[in-house]
């Protein structure tokens, strides 16, 4: 009887070497040496190589081609003398209206003109030399394009978002999906912007649409050869409006501003000297914006020319031109408004200059006198 036994070869094929037990060694029986008649013994070829198959590194991996490309394998091999070599698709043999072959002294070629889908699966090649065979395999795929999602459903809208959800694609082109591509159109424009590309699932909310605008969506599927020649479009628009806007006014309380005259700086007592202009200043804070009344020792000045009275956001100012001995006493600034009234007095002094000697008076004038004397005038 015989055995079948492999030994493995470090190029990628397997080599089976069929061995001959000892019984069968001892040759027949005498009775069928007695029978046989054959006066020419049958003789095996000398093998002078073992056959082996040089597998190529890049047809160690699946090899990939699209749908149409050229499938054009040149597999190396070696044996002495010239070994049998055959093909198999799958366990089966070549279809020869579609697979071509060459088999050569030290390779052999397998050539597809133009490949299918059909022709993906393993492909194996036998190098056989007498009891000893090598054996390679390569697994061939081809791949296309996948087919569209079956649909896109536009679930809801709501502010400037919108939800969608796809269905995947019955035929995904032989090939695992790298995922799918997601595009939206305005239908102003009527242009189509990508909004995600290679996105694994199969629902997405969409962000940030122009308030006004109707989008419609569409979604592709994508692999290896690119993405799916059409896509389906949402059946109906997404339409963003505007969100109502409610102005709801609070209570509000106006706050009363309305103040009775009060005085935040008062009138500083001063001395100045004879013929030189004297300031007195005050400030007054009321609402409304009351009434100043200047007065000296009591007496109303207002109209006097020799008096200058001005009143500028709460700040009130009394010039008294070239003041004289009797222009000495006491003023008094009063402010009346409808909510009530308000003064404030000072003193002012009048010093004669009598000399050259340089002086600063409580007023803020510089003067120059030999000597002074102060004169008090009370109406």
Same mark, same amino acid.
């Given at each position: 009887?015989?055995?079948?036994?492999? !030994?493995?070869? =470090?190029?990628?094929?397997?080599? #089976?070497?069929?061995? *001959?037990? &000892?019984? /069968?060694?001892?040759?027949?029986? +005498?009775?069928?040496?007695?029978?046989?008649?054959?006066?020419?013994?049958?003789?095996?070829?000398?093998?002078?190589?073992?056959?082996?198959?040089?597998?190529?590194?890049?047809?160690?991996?699946?090899?990939?081609?699209?749908?149409?490309?050229?499938?054009? !394998?040149?597999? =190396?091999?070696?044996?002495?003398? #010239?070994?049998?070599? *055959?093909? &198999?698709? /799958?366990?089966?043999?070549?279809? +020869?209206?579609?697979?071509?072959?060459?088999?050569?002294?030290?390779?052999?070629?397998?050539?597809?003109?133009?490949?299918?889908?059909?022709?993906?699966?393993?492909?194996?090649?036998?190098?056989?030399?007498?009891?000893?065979?090598?054996?390679?395999?390569?697994?061939?795929?081809?791949?296309?394009?996948?087919?569209?999602?079956?649909?896109?459903?536009?679930? /809801?809208?709501?502010?400037?978002? +919108?939800?969608?959800?796809?269905?995947?694609?019955?035929?995904?082109?032989?090939?695992?999906?790298?995922?799918?591509?997601?595009?939206?159109?305005?239908?102003?424009?009527?242009?189509?912007?990508?909004?995600?590309?290679?996105?694994?699932?199969?629902?997405?909310?969409?962000?940030?649409?122009?308030?006004?605008?109707?989008?419609?969506?569409?979604?592709?599927?994508?692999?290896?050869?690119?993405?799916?020649?059409?896509?389906?479009?949402?059946?109906?628009?997404?339409?963003?409006?505007?969100?109502?806007?409610?102005?709801?006014?609070?209570?509000?309380?106006?706050?009363?501003?309305?103040?009775?005259?009060?005085?935040?700086?008062?009138?500083?007592?001063?001395?100045?000297?004879?013929?030189?202009?004297?300031?007195?200043?005050?400030?007054?804070?009321?609402?409304?914006?009351?009434?100043?009344?200047?007065?000296?020792?009591?007496?109303?000045?207002?109209?006097?020319?020799?008096?200058?009275?001005?009143?500028?956001?709460?700040?009130?100012?009394?010039?008294?031109?070239?003041?004289?001995?009797?222009?000495?006493?006491?003023?008094?600034?009063?402010?009346?408004?409808?909510?009530?009234?308000?003064?404030?007095?000072?003193?002012?002094?009048?010093?004669?200059?009598?000399?050259?000697?340089?002086?600063?008076?409580?007023?803020?004038?510089?003067?120059?006198?030999?000597?002074?004397?102060?004169?008090?005038?009370?109406?």
């Amino acid at each position: 009887m015989e055995a079948a036994t492999a !030994l493995e070869v =470090p190029s990628g094929s397997t080599l #089976k070497v069929k061995e *001959t037990h &000892t019984a /069968d060694a001892e040759g027949p029986p +005498a009775s069928s040496r007695q029978e046989s008649s054959s006066p020419i013994p049958q003789l095996l070829p000398h093998i002078e190589e073992h056959p082996k198959i040089w597998l190529p590194r890049t047809l160690r991996q699946t090899y990939i081609r699209k749908v149409g490309d050229t499938v054009n !394998l040149l597999i =190396p091999f070696q044996g002495k003398p #010239k070994p049998r070599a *055959t093909w &198999t698709h /799958d366990g089966c043999a070549l279809d +020869a209206s579609r697979v071509s072959v060459r088999n050569g002294e030290q390779d052999s070629i397998l050539f597809i003109r133009e490949a299918q889908r059909a022709d993906s699966g393993r492909y194996q090649l036998s190098v056989q030399l007498g009891e000893l065979e090598a054996t390679a395999t390569i697994d061939i795929l081809v791949i296309e394009r996948p087919g569209p999602p079956q649909s896109i459903k536009l679930v /809801d809208v709501w502010g400037s978002n +919108a939800t969608l959800e796809w269905t995947p694609p019955q035929d995904t082109g032989n090939a695992a999906l790298l995922g799918y591509t997601l595009q939206k159109a305005d239908t102003k424009s009527g242009l189509w912007f990508t909004v995600l590309e290679r996105y694994h699932r199969t629902s997405f909310t969409v962000s940030n649409l122009i308030v006004g605008n109707s989008y419609a969506f569409r979604v592709f599927a994508e692999n290896q050869c690119g993405l799916s020649e059409t896509a389906p479009i949402t059946a109906d628009l997404a339409h963003i409006q505007k969100a109502a806007t409610v102005c709801k006014i609070e209570g509000f309380v106006q706050r009363d501003f309305s103040e009775a005259p009060k005085f935040t700086q008062p009138l500083a007592d001063c001395t100045t000297v004879t013929g030189y202009d004297t300031q007195l200043f005050c400030c007054v804070r009321a609402s409304p914006k009351p009434k100043i009344i200047w007065l000296k020792n009591k007496m109303d000045i207002q109209g006097n020319p020799k008096y200058r009275a001005l009143s500028h956001l709460g700040i009130c100012s009394l010039e008294i031109r070239k003041p004289g001995p009797f222009d000495g006493g006491i003023y008094t600034c009063k402010a009346v408004n409808p909510l009530g009234e308000a003064s404030v007095d000072c003193r002012v002094d009048v010093k004669a200059s009598t000399g050259n000697t340089a002086e600063k008076t409580d007023c803020g004038e510089t003067v120059f006198s030999r000597s002074s004397s102060t004169v008090s005038a009370l109406d």
